[in-house]
């Protein structure tokens, strides 16, 4: 499948596919949604603590870069899980301008691409992070996780990874009262969601999105 890489409304860049009509981040801006989707909703509930963190869609490595960033603004301690069926190449990698967009030390985000898939690599004092090279439909933690991000491409091009039986297993991965957030808000995901088990909330969405959903396992 092609695929070309775009600058998004705020100056960061993106990976978009011209064959589906859909890119890895909102065209509005992959940093801001970024910001808004997963640390404003999710990352920033859990302050002065040791969190696990499952990433459903890996791909640019840009939520797990600004989490590397945001941990320590709220004392966290991450053990940071990404999950990728399909990695993008090294020239695409190097293509993402997401370390001088933040004002961050592009070590990292290079060491972040660079280690080995299945092992866990100490990115940093509070940052773990753990690849995996896997289908989403393939996860099968139990009780490991605090928190969900769940960017998996959106319902229009796959709805098969927004289905009941992946949020099943999303709940299984979440320890009792861990939290999903994700940029989607389409009513027939959070009907799978809701008999996947979850309390949903819709949210205020990102720039170009007006809502958004959070999840929380309830028991």
């Known amino acids: 499948m092609r695929r070309e890489i775009i600058t998004t409304s705020d100056g960061s860049t993106s990976i978009r596919l011209p064959d589906w009509d859909e890119q890895y981040h909102s065209k509005h801006g992959a940093i801001q949604e970024a910001r808004h989707v997963f640390i404003q909703n999710g990352l920033a509930l859990f302050k002065n603590q040791s969190i696990r963190i499952l990433e459903i869609g890996f791909g640019t490595g840009l939520n797990a870069l600004i989490t590397f960033q945001e941990a320590r603004q709220y004392h966290l301690n991450v053990d940071y899980v990404g999950v990728e069926a399909y990695?993008?190449?090294?020239?695409?990698?190097?293509?993402?301008?997401?370390?001088?967009?933040?004002?961050?030390?592009?070590?990292?985000?290079?060491?972040?691409?660079?280690?080995?898939?299945?092992?866990?690599?100490?990115?940093?004092?509070?940052?773990?992070?753990?690849k995996r090279q896997q289908l989403f439909s393939e996860i099968d933690d139990i009780a490991d996780f605090d928190l969900i991000y769940f960017d998996a491409f959106g319902y229009r091009v796959q709805p098969e990874l927004w289905s009941e039986e992946i949020f099943k297993s999303m709940y299984r991965a979440l320890k009792p009262g861990g939290l999903l957030v994700t940029y989607a808000a389409r009513s027939v995901i959070k009907k799978n969601m809701v008999s996947a088990g979850f309390t949903v909330s819709k949210l205020p969405g990102p720039p170009g999105k007006r809502e958004m959903f959070r999840a929380v396992k309830s028991e």
């Not at 370390?99 to 592009?106: G, R, T, V």
């Open 87 to 130: 990695p993008i190449d090294d020239a695409e990698i190097l293509a993402m301008n997401y370390a001088s967009e933040l004002k961050i030390d592009p070590c990292f985000f290079e060491l972040m691409h660079r280690s080995s898939w299945h092992e866990p690599h100490s990115i940093a004092n509070h940052f773990q992070l753990t």
